[in-house]
């Protein structure tokens, strides 16, 4: 009976030992997971500085730019864009553009492949409208068809003539930032012979080409505001025949007509000697010592 008894004592004392650390480690878990209280006076200062902080403002909307006074006219070829070669170039809503940058809806009177030959007979209609500024965009279809550089040239300096003589201040841009060099020469040259403003337009990988030259062109016109626009020429154009040396009146323009051109052929000089070594003879070397004497 009193084995018994042992044995029982020590299941009940065994027992005790095993709950007691089980027990221990419940509470211990229930008092990790229960939150720290914070003392009030931290939780007051928490809040007073939050109150302090100002609330985030939302971000401004972007603003529309400041109309600008007159009347816009666009005219010429539909700008293109020409990232990939060999696939079809892709148009520009280049009325937008202008919209974004001038704040007014211009007179866009361009269409897509128009060459500039086209364009010239829609210039007496153009200037009949009394625009204050027209942005001519021309040269790649002129350049993808092929027209001659002498074409090209008479009949952007016409078009710049009409347009300027209505009083309108007359922007030449390429109709595609990937001009071939000659091509952008010729609106180059015709814009400087009719006192035109050339606008270069920006590269198509680096951003918004027409965009930047359109932001160009307002540049322009708020510098004409306060200094003057441009005049237009005062004398044609006149073609000068082989030999005339004439100078033209006070203000005008020389345009040298290519057919007429006297062509001068150079001779090249005669060959030279050829020299043999052999028969040169032996080199004559002096004898007599130099003086070295002070």
Do not use: C, W
Not at 79 to 107: N, W
Not at 238 to 261: E, F
């Amino acid at each position: 009976m009193k084995t018994i008894r042992l044995r029982l004592a020590a299941r009940v004392i065994a027992a005790a030992l095993f709950a007691g650390p089980a027990a221990l480690s419940a509470e211990e878990t229930t008092a990790s997971q229960t939150p720290l209280a914070a003392p009030a006076e931290v939780s007051a200062g928490v809040a007073a500085a939050a109150s302090a902080q100002p609330s985030p403002s939302p971000s401004p909307a972007p603003t529309a730019a400041t109309p600008l006074k007159g009347r816009i006219v666009l005219v010429g070829e539909r700008p293109v864009l020409e990232r990939t070669p060999g696939k079809q170039a892709s148009t520009v809503d280049i009325a937008a553009e202008v919209k974004t940058v001038f704040g007014v809806d211009p007179d866009d009177r361009t269409t897509t492949g128009e060459l500039v030959a086209d364009t010239l007979k829609k210039a007496d209609e153009v200037a009949q409208t009394k625009p204050d500024i027209v942005i001519v965009f021309n040269g790649h279809a002129d350049g993808a068809k092929g027209t001659s550089d002498d074409d090209h040239m008479q009949a952007l300096n016409l078009l710049g003539q009409k347009l300027m003589e209505a009083g309108a201040t007359v922007y030449f841009v390429p109709s595609s930032p990937a001009l071939r060099a000659a091509t952008a020469a010729n609106l180059r040259i015709s814009a400087s012979m009719t006192n035109v403003t050339f606008v270069e337009t920006g590269t198509e990988y680096g951003g918004q080409p027409y965009k930047e030259a359109l932001q160009a062109v307002r540049r322009a016109e708020e510098l004409h505001a306060v200094a003057g626009k441009p005049q237009p020429t005062t004398a044609p154009l006149q073609v000068l025949a082989p030999g005339q040396v004439t100078p033209p009146p006070a203000g005008g323009t020389v345009q040298m007509d290519p057919s007429q051109a006297t062509v001068v052929k150079m001779r090249p000089p005669a060959p030279l000697k050829r020299f043999e070594p052999k028969q040169a003879g032996k080199p004559v070397r002096s004898k007599k010592r130099p003086d070295t004497s002070p």
